[in-house]
């Protein structure tokens, strides 16, 4: 399984940007797909999770601000990000996990600064 992250860049506080993910290769109908970010000297941390039985869950840190979706046929996952602040400055990853196991993508940064 591969998936391809796009949408990072530099944003102003107080901006808006939109992550987008595509999963391809064996993709199980049946998984959780979500973002994470990691911050430098930090381990990775969950951002918001989409499962496909289920509906979405958000880190405290950004509930109210972040809004996940998915898009189960094209196996795509988007995070839009609203009201960023320069705490959100990462690098992003999106993930999913299925019965096969879980895989990641290449991280794009996520930069908030004036």
């Known amino acids: 399984v591969q998936l391809q992250a796009s949408g990072g860049g530099l944003v102003q506080p107080g901006g808006s940007l939109r992550l987008s993910c595509v999963a391809s290769?064996?993709?199980?109908?049946?998984?959780?797909m979500g973002w994470y970010r990691q911050f430098p000297g930090e381990q990775r941390k969950v951002v918001a999770i989409?499962?496909?039985?289920?509906?979405?869950d958000y880190a405290d840190s950004v509930k109210g601000r972040f809004t996940i979706s998915r898009d189960s046929a094209k196996n795509m996952v988007f995070l839009q990000m609203e009201s960023l602040k320069p705490e959100d400055t990462a690098i992003y990853y999106c993930?999913?996990?299925?019965?096969?196991?879980?895989?990641w993508g290449q991280g794009t940064q996520v930069t908030v600064s004036s």
């Open positions: 989409f499962s496909s039985r289920g509906g979405p």
């Open positions: 290769g064996n993709v199980v109908s049946m998984n959780v």
């Open positions: 993930n999913i996990w299925q019965s096969t196991g879980s895989y």
